[in-house]
T-cell receptor, first 110, second 112 residues
Framework: AQRVTQPEKLLSVFKGAPVELKCNYS??????LFWYVQYSRQRLQLLLR??SRESIKGFTADLNKGETSFHLKKPFAQEEDSAMYYCALGGSSNTGKLIFGQGTTLQVKP | DTEVTQTPKHLVMGMTNKKSLKCEQHMGHRAMYWYKQKAKKPPELMFVYSYEKLSINESVPSRFSPECPNSSLLNLHLHALQPEDSALYLC???????????FGSGTRLTVV
């Protein structure tokens, strides 16, 4: 079965602390993983995609096929990072479907 | 133009009404999608259009009827909805799987 698991509903950290948002997936084909962010009252935005291996707003994520994980990391959290983060799974076997995890709310305290 | 535009932003409709949601993109994306999002929940896929043809229908009730008049437009026709259909309806588009989706800001629908 194709599934995305984000085990934490809420992650609360202080400004300047490191952040790791966990994402695990289950997929039989070659996965395509994404991180989306939804700031309060704003549209869902693409943050990262594993295939590009880029860093956006200081966030990085590495696809670990052995552990079937795609954790999102940032070394020093900022208050403006507070938002809902969704891990999403696509892939050639999905015929265009993007499956979302349940989401993790990141709260960065001053 | 790098956006997906959805209209209206808000819609209140009665259970006997007929209304339509509209979505437009001019990025040349070949795939377009309708998602439904309840508060504090992830988006749930409803329909996928690929090259203007319906390719996925996630067992959505027939009171929701999608339409893709051309490669830039996607509509969602609504009829005889229930209060539990109240949600944020999101449209998205993409080039293909590797690129991720571009989402619109959504239509917040309330069924009374």
């Amino acid at each position: 079965a194709q599934r995305v698991t984000q085990p934490e509903k809420l992650l609360s950290v202080f400004k300047g602390a490191p952040v790791e948002l966990k994402c695990n997936y289950s997929y039989s084909g070659s996965p395509e993983l994404f991180w989306y962010v939804q700031y309060s009252r704003q549209r869902l935005q693409l943050l990262l995609r594993h295939i590009s291996r880029e860093s956006i707003k200081g966030f990085t994520a590495d696809l670990n096929k052995g552990e079937t994980s795609f954790h999102l990391k940032k070394p020093f959290a900022q208050e403006e990072d507070s938002a809902m983060y969704y891990c999403a799974l696509g892939g050639s076997s999905n015929t265009g479907k993007l499956i979302f995890g349940q989401g993790t709310t990141l709260q960065v305290k001053p | 133009d790098t956006e997906v535009t959805q209209t209206p932003k808000h819609l209140v409709m009665g259970m006997t009404n007929k209304k339509s949601l509209k979505c437009e993109q001019h990025m040349g994306h070949r795939a377009m999608y309708w998602y439904k999002q309840k508060a504090k929940k992830p988006p749930e896929l409803m329909f996928v259009y690929s090259y203007e043809k319906l390719s996925i229908n996630e067992s959505v009730p027939s009171r929701f009827s999608p339409e893709c008049p051309n490669s830039s437009l996607l509509n969602l026709h609504l009829h005889a909805l229930q209060p539990e259909d109240s949600a944020l309806y999101l449209c998205a588009s993409s080039h293909g799987d590797n690129y991720g989706y571009t989402f619109g800001s959504g239509t917040r629908l309330t069924v009374v």
